[in-house]
């Protein structure tokens, strides 16, 4: 590849992960907004739908929809467990978790699923971990009690523990979801497509269960629209993108620190919350914690 070419490419990279940064930059606003008018099982259910159409389209669109052709019944049966995992139960703790907390705790407090994936990384892949993993653990941990202490350590009244639960326990899931699906060779728009038709049952059949199919306003509809689009299908499409053009992922990659940063803002802006010191100090640790773990693990594999 000539360097006119290489350069071309890293710029389309790094415009295209831009791109999903932005997307997701929004959805903590977009959800707290869409919950006063939508359920948590509403806006999951009308949001998967959203991303299946979307995927679809993708798949139309790139001329890989025939590619659904080659799918096995391993395939199917993979994704009835994934689509379990991520829609299903990734999302609808986390929306639940957005409709107890302030946008801003669980917008911070979501961002902790690169240290669920090490912690789960121990037991499911046998990785070792070092000491300066370790310590970066304990930082980000760090990061987490002030966020949901409000920076008082003697009390934890400013977060609900219920929703605070959820906030971590939506990490782990989307953890459990990224090892799992590290052992499916499927070409990931496609793999996507049937674990979110997957995932559209269950919610379909818990909405249901529920009862949560009345009362359905536009503005609702408007909402769960947009994060269907931008959160559960073009955000995932644009990063794998970037990632494929980027001569190095590496670099593509350290963006995504920028998402949680500029969704605080947004929040501030859009819902009206202001934002404690507390949420942007426990943020720095989270963040600052996971780059250590990150660069711990390179130098460990250099």
Known sequence: ????????????AYNYAILAVLCWSTIGTATKLTLDYLSFIQLLLFTSFIAIIVLFLLLLVSGMLPSLKNTTKNDILRSAAYGFLNPFAYYLVLFK????LSAQEAVVLNYTWPIALVLLSIPLLHQKISFKSIAALFISFFGIIIVVSGGSMKSFGMSDPLGVALALGSS???????????????????KLLINFIFGFIYILILALISGDLQHIPV????????????????????????????????????????????????????????????????????????VLQQISAKTKTV
């Not at 509809?221 to 994060?227: H, L, N």
């Not at 350290?254 to 802006?269: A, D, E, G, R, T």
């Open 97 to 100: 978790a957005y409709d107890i």
């Open 1 to 12: 590849m000539g360097s006119h070419s290489l350069i071309k490419s890293n710029r389309k």
């Open 219 to 290: 503005e609702g509809i408007i909402g769960a629209s947009y994060i269907g689009i931008f959160e559960m299908a073009l955000a995932f499409t644009l990063w794998l993108t970037a990632l494929r053009l980027a001569p190095t992922t590496a670099k593509v990659s350290n963006l995504i620190y920028i998402s949680p940063f500029l969704s605080l803002i947004f929040v501030s802006i859009f819902v009206g919350e202001k934002i404690m010191i507390t949420s942007w100090i426990g943020l720095v640790f989270i963040v600052g914690g996971i």
């Open 172 to 190: 782990v899931i989307w953890g459990l979801y990224w090892i799992f699906n590290l052992k499916d060779k499927r070409k990931e728009i496609p």
